[in-house]
C-alpha cells in the first residue's frame, strides 16, 4: 500500500488483512513498537518520526526484513508505509528476489491535501492495537474516547500535530512519487480514488487485487 501520510493505508491494510488472511505490515507500526519498548531502534527512529522526516532507509531495511522472515509471512503480507523511497523498493525487490517472492501489486491511495489534513487532524487511535483507527468526525467511536471494538482508551498521535504534518507531507510526498513511478514502470501499480467512503475504497482495492492476482 502506497499513499500520502493520513490517505488511509492503514485503515484499509487492516480491512484487506482481515479479508485475506495475511499479516498486516506498517512500518510505522512496526517502529512505534520499538519506541514504546525503549529499544536502541525505538530511540534512534524517534528522532526523526517525531520531526516527521523519514527514518534513514538503513533503519528501515533491517526491521522489514527481520518481520518478513517471520512464519506468519511465509504465504505473503500486506506492506503498509513500505517502501516509501526508490532505494527501499529496489532493496525489498532484492530480498524478494533471494527469498523467491515478489511484489504482486502496488496499491496507490491518492487523497487530496485538504482532505489529508482533515484525517490527520481527527485521527484517534485505539491504545490496545493500531488497527482500530478512528476519526472524530468521518468514523467517530460509539462511546467518546474509548474503542468500539476492545473497550481501550484512544489517542492522538504525537506527530498528528499541525506543524509536524505539514513537514511530513512537505518532506515524504517526493519519494513516495518516485516509489508510484518505479512501480508504474514495472506495470504492478493501481492507483485507486481515496477521497471515497472507506467502504467505496475498499471495494476498489479488492477489485485491484484481483486484477493482480490474475
Ligand atoms: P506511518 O505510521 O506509516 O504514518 P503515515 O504514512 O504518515 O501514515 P498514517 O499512519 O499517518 O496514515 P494512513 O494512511 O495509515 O491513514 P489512516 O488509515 O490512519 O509512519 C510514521 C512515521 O514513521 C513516518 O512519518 C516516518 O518518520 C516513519 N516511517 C514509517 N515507515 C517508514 C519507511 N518505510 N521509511 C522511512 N520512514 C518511515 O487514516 C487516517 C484518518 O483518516 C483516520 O482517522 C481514519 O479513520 C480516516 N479515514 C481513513 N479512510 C477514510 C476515508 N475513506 N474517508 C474519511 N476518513 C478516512
Redesign the pocket.
Known amino acids: 500500500m502506497v499513499?500520502?501520510?493520513?490517505?488511509?493505508?492503514?485503515?484499509?491494510?487492516a480491512m484487506l488483512s482481515e479479508r485475506l488472511g495475511l499479516p498486516h505490515v506498517?512500518?510505522?507500526?512496526l517502529?512505534?513498537s520499538h519506541i514504546r519498548r525503549g529499544t536502541p531502534l525505538g530511540t534512534k527512529?524517534a528522532r526523526?518520526?517525531e520531526r516527521?522526516?523519514?527514518?534513514p532507509?538503513e533503519l528501515?531495511l533491517g526491521l522489514i526484513e527481520d518481520r518478513l522472515t517471520d512464519p506468519d509471512a511465509a504465504q505473503g503480507v500486506i506492506l503498509?508505509?513500505?517502501?516509501?523511497?526508490r532505494p527501499?523498493a529496489e532493496a525489498l525487490d532484492a530480498l524478494l528476489e533471494r527469498t523467491g517472492g515478489r511484489v504482486a501489486g502496488a496499491l496507490f491511495?491518492d487523497v487530496d491535501r485538504e482532505?489529508l489534513l482533515r484525517?490527520?487532524a481527527?485521527?484517534?487511535i485505539c491504545s490496545a492495537t493500531e488497527d482500530h483507527?478512528?476519526?472524530d468526525i468521518?468514523?467517530p467511536p460509539r462511546v467518546a474516547g474509548r474503542c468500539d471494538i476492545d473497550g481501550a482508551e484512544l489517542y492522538q498521535?504525537d506527530?498528528?500535530n499541525p506543524e509536524t504534518v505539514r513537514t511530513?507531507l512537505d518532506q515524504?510526498l517526493p519519494p513516495m512519487y518516485e516509489v508510484v513511478d518505479y512501480y508504474t514502470d514495472r506495470g504492478v501499480l493501481t492507483a485507486v480514488d481515496?477521497d471515497?467512503?472507506?467502504a467505496e475504497?475498499n471495494d476498489a482495492l479488492l477489485h485491484a487485487i484481483a486484477q493482480h492476482s490474475t
Open positions: 499513499g500520502p501520510p493520513g490517505s488511509g493505508k492503514g485503515t484499509q491494510a506498517a512500518s510505522g507500526d517502529f512505534r527512529a526523526y518520526i516527521g522526516v523519514l527514518v532507509d528501515v503498509d508505509g513500505f517502501p516509501r523511497t527501499q491511495v482532505s484525517r490527520l481527527g485521527r484517534r483507527v478512528y476519526h468521518s468514523r498521535r506527530d498528528d511530513r515524504q481515496g471515497r467512503s472507506v475504497v
